[in-house]
T-cell receptor, first 113, second 116 residues
Framework: DGGITQSPKYLFRKEGQNVTLSCEQNLNHDAMYWYRQDPGQGLRLIYYSQIVNDFQKGDIAEGYSVSREKKESFPLTVTSAQKNPTAFYLC????????????FGPGTRLTVL | GESVGLHLPTLSVQEGDNSIINCAYSNSASDYFIWYKQESGKGPQFIIDIRSNMDKRQGQRVTVLLNKTVKHLSLQIAATQPGDSAVYFCAETPIFYGGSQGNLIFGKGTKLSVKP
C-alpha cells in the first residue's frame, strides 16, 4: 500500500517532556510538511522540507523541531518549550515543492497531561 | 495578513440534495486551489483541485468553480450522501508564499451535515 503513515495515533505526555511524532511516506515525494490543527480550526504550517537534509520554518515553528535525514521520513519533535502542545498533528507530502497537491497522513492526537 | 476563508462554518442539507460550499480568498496572486474533505479524527483527503487558468473543473459528483474576478471558490456536491458529512477545507497556494512555492494556506473549514 502506498501512502503516508503517522504514529502513534494517540499520544499522551506530561508537561516538560519532549515527544517525537513519526511520519513516513512511500510515495517517493520530495516535499514533506507538518501541520497543527486545533478544534474547529484550519491547518497551520509548522515546518516543511522540500529536499533531504533541508527544512524550513512554517508559521508556528516555535517549540518544535524536525529532521529530514531520509526522503521517506520527517519526524517532528514537540519540545517542552511549546506552550500549548495539545492538538491534532498532521503530516503531508507532495510530489515537488512547486505547487504539487499535498496528501495527508491520518494524524496524531497529542494530549499534554 | 492574507488568508483563505469560508462564508459559512456549518451547512446542513437533505440527503439527495445538492450542496454548495463557498470559499473566499484574498490573495489575487494565488494560482492553485484545492478542496479537501476531513472526516472526524482523520487526515484531510484530496477531493479536487483547480488552477487559475480554469473556471470550472468536474470530478465524480463534485464540481469546483473559480471566479477570479471576485476571488471566490466553490465546491458543489451532487446528490449529497450521508458519507459526505465532513468538514471541507479550501486551500490556496500563493505564488510567492514565504518565498517558497508549494505551501498551502487553509481556510477554517465548513462542516457539512447530511440529514437522512
Amino acid at each position: 500500500d502506498g501512502g503516508i503513515t503517522q504514529s502513534p495515533k494517540y499520544l499522551f505526555r506530561k508537561e516538560g517532556q519532549n515527544v517525537t511524532l513519526s511520519c513516513e511516506q512511500n510515495l517517493n515525494h520530495d516535499a514533506m510538511y507538518w501541520y497543527r490543527q486545533d478544534p474547529g480550526q484550519g491547518l497551520r504550517l509548522i515546518y516543511y522540507s522540500q529536499i533531504v537534509n533541508d527544512f524550513q520554518k512554517g508559521d508556528i515553528a516555535e517549540g518544535y523541531s524536525v529532521s529530514r535525514e531520509k526522503k521517506e521520513s520527517f519526524p517532528l519533535t514537540v519540545t517542552s518549550a511549546q506552550k500549548n502542545p495539545t492538538a491534532f498533528y498532521l503530516c503531508a507530502s507532495s510530489n515537488s515543492g512547486s505547487r504539487g497537491t499535498q496528501y495527508f497522513g491520518p494524524g496524531t492526537r497529542l494530549t499534554v497531561l | 495578513g492574507e488568508s483563505v476563508g469560508l462564508h459559512l462554518p456549518t451547512l446542513s442539507v437533505q440527503e439527495g440534495d445538492n450542496s454548495i460550499i463557498n470559499c473566499a480568498y484574498s490573495n489575487s496572486a494565488s494560482d492553485y486551489f484545492i478542496w479537501y474533505k476531513q472526516e472526524s479524527g482523520k487526515g484531510p483527503q484530496f477531493i479536487i483541485d483547480i488552477r487559475s487558468n480554469m473556471d470550472k473543473r468536474q470530478g465524480q459528483r463534485v464540481t469546483v468553480l473559480l471566479n477570479k474576478t471576485v476571488k471566490h471558490l466553490s465546491l458543489q456536491i451532487a446528490a449529497t450522501q450521508p458519507g459526505d458529512s465532513a468538514v471541507y477545507f479550501c486551500a490556496e497556494t500563493p505564488i510567492f508564499y514565504g518565498g517558497s512555492q508549494g505551501n498551502l494556506i487553509f481556510g477554517k473549514g465548513t462542516k457539512l451535515s447530511v440529514k437522512p
